[in-house]
Each structure stands twice: as C-alpha cells, then as structure tokens.
C-alpha cells in the first residue's frame, strides 16, 4: 500500500490549506484514514481521522477548524484546513488503518507565517 499525500505550503494566519492523500496498491479492509501531524521537537499527533463507517473524530485544537472527508470511490482522504494558526505549522501525515497494518504517507510540510 503506497500513500502520497500532496496540498502542503505556505499560508498567511487565517489562511486555508486542503491536504490531499490517495492510497495505491493493495488495498481491502480499510479501518479508517487519517492524517497526523509533526512539529520540529514535539512527538507525531492525531489531528483527525475517520472511520470506515463515516465516524470522525478532531483532535480539539483543530475543532471548528478542520474537516476531514474521503471519497471511497478514489482511496483519498482530504483535510481542509481553514483559519490556520502558526501553532498547526508541521509536517502533516497521513495513515491508513487497513486490517492489521498502519500505512504511512510520506509527509507534507505545512508553514503558517506571516
């Protein structure tokens, strides 16, 4: 299972960023997908995911802020992201939970700055 996820970038605070993730290859049983994320000296943390039943879930500090939606059809998972703030600058991943396996994407940076 191959994950690229793309949409990363430079934003002015306040500004909107959709993250993108299309998973390839051999893929049955999906879970759930998601996406983490990385600030330079803090551990990878969950920002949202959601369910092969269509449950979601938020991490609070992106509540009211961020959406994630998939779209069955193409493996892709979307994270739009709106009224960014400097403190969501990281390197986002994303994953998929696919029976007994945690597939990874490669990463994409993403600067809030003025």
């Known amino acids: 299972v191959q994950l690229q996820a793309s949409g990363g970038g430079l934003v002015q605070p306040g500004g909107s960023l959709r993250l993108s993730c299309a998973a390839s290859?051999?893929?049955?049983?999906?879970?759930?997908m998601g996406w983490y994320r990385q600030a330079p000296g803090k551990q990878r943390e969950l920002v949202a995911s959601?369910?092969?039943?269509?449950?979601?879930n938020y991490v609070d500090f992106v509540k009211g802020r961020f959406t994630i939606s998939r779209d069955n059809a193409k493996n892709t998972v979307y994270l739009q992201m709106n009224s960014l703030k400097p403190e969501d600058t990281a390197v986002y991943y994303c994953?998929?939970?696919?029976?007994?396996?945690?597939?990874w994407g490669q990463g994409t940076q993403v600067t809030v700055s003025s």
């Open positions: 994953y998929t939970h696919q029976g007994t396996k945690v597939y």
């Open positions: 290859g051999s893929i049955f049983n999906i879970i759930a």
């Open positions: 959601k369910s092969k039943d269509g449950t979601t």
